[in-house]
Nanobody, 108 residues
Framework: VPLVESGGGLVQPGGSLRLSCQAS??????MGWASKEPEQGIEWVSG???????YYVDSVKGRFTISRDNAKNMLSMQMNSLKPEDTGVYYC?????WGQGTQVNVSS
């Protein structure tokens, strides 16, 4: 199920972005977002199951919200109160499939 992310960009600290991931077919039971910051490995940021249960890494709790629209095969993540340490490439994941990544830069 090819995945295509969108919504990244440059934003000032405290700003917001909304990432979207369009799947070409139905998503897996578990879908999520991971990020890769410069000079670091990939880190899971958030996840959501088909029953609606969610997961967030501690550093984004209260700031990021993951959601999925199964009818549209779409995964999204609303990112608020962005910090410079949120900078990185964000990847959408669905089962064994990964998107190509979208760059998020948080800088003044």
């Amino acid at each position: 199920v090819p995945l295509v992310e969108s919504g990244g960009g440059l934003v000032q600290p405290g700003g917001s972005l909304r990432l979207s991931c369009q799947a070409s077919g139905p998503g897996s039971d578990a879908m999520g977002w991971a990020s890769k910051e410069p000079e670091q490995g990939i880190e899971w940021v958030s996840g959501i199951y088909s029953n609606g249960s969610t997961y967030y890494v501690d550093s984004v709790k209260g700031r990021f919200t993951i959601s999925r629209d199964n009818a549209k095969n779409m995964l999204s993540m609303q990112m608020n109160s962005l910090k410079p340490e949120d900078t990185g490439v964000y990847y959408c994941q669905s089962g064994a499939f990964w998107g190509q990544g979208t760059q998020v830069n948080v800088s003044s």
